[in-house]
């Protein structure tokens, strides 16, 4: 069975600062999402990596297949990015899903 | 616009009712998913479907019931056997295949149940 562990569970910044969040798993994955819930429990999905790193304005996700490890960045953090950042990873075999426990993330201005 | 609309987006209802949770999809997408979640714990899963006339059991099945007749829909009944149905439920669903777009996750707004 795949486990999806995130850390930290909760973040605190200061406006700014730059954040990290990983994301490990335990078996071989297709893809791996980052998702961002906001409060109002809407979900966006952020990202989908198979290998490398993706940009997206202030957001960058990594991901190192060998170590099954995947992290994502906030660069210049805002108030806004506060949310829930989840991590899903999709087995190799089949559709399942499997999502961390997400990683609730809070910045001050 | 393409998207998932999921309805009701509250729903209050009695112990002892079934409900059921709609979820409908424009974007042509093969795979869809029912997801619970409760106050500060992750997304688990109930059911999901790959393919019309074809759905399997999640993590937490129990109490729950689905139907897949159409690609667009993926209804979810909430039964009386459900023991604690007060919950956030979100839908999702992925394009599968190698071409562009496929296995981007799109999720719906979600609905939220409340037992009384």
């Known amino acids: 069975k795949n486990e999806v562990e995130q850390s930290p569970q909760n973040l605190t910044a200061q406006e700014g600062e730059f954040i990290t969040i990983n994301c490990s798993y335990s078996?071989?994955?297709?893809?791996l999402h980052w998702l961002q819930q906001h409060p109002g429990g809407g979900i966006v999905s952020l990202f989908m990596?198979?290998?490398g790193k993706k940009k997206h304005g202030r957001l960058i996700a990594t991901i190192n297949i060998q170590e099954k490890h995947s992290s994502l960045h906030i660069t210049a953090s805002h108030p806004r990015d506060s949310a829930v950042y989840i991590c899903?990873?999709?087995?190799?075999?089949?559709?399942?899903?499997?999502f961390g426990e997400g990683t609730q993330l809070t910045v001050n201005p | 616009d393409g998207g998932i609309t999921q309805s009701p987006k509250y729903l209050f209802r009695k112990e002892g009712q079934n409900v059921t949770l709609s979820c409908e999809q424009n974007?042509?997408?093969?795979?869809m998913y029912w997801y619970r979640q409760d106050p500060g714990q992750g997304l688990r899963l109930i059911y999901y479907?790959?393919?019309?006339?074809?759905?399997q059991k999640g993590d937490i099945a129990e109490g729950y019931s689905v139907s897949r007749e159409k690609k667009e829909s993926f209804p979810l009944t909430v039964t009386s056997a459900q023991k604690n149905p007060t919950a956030f439920y979100l839908c999702?669903?992925?394009?599968?295949?190698?071409?562009?777009?496929?296995?981007?996750?799109?999720f719906g707004a979600g609905s939220r149940l409340t037992v009384l």
């Open positions: 078996v071989g994955i297709s893809a």
């Open positions: 974007l042509n997408h093969d795979a």
């Open positions: 999702a669903s992925q394009l599968q295949g190698l071409g562009a777009g496929a296995n981007v996750l799109t």
């Open positions: 479907s790959q393919i019309v006339n074809d759905f």
């Open positions: 899903v990873s999709r087995e190799t075999s089949g559709s399942r899903l499997t």
């Open positions: 990596l198979s290998s």
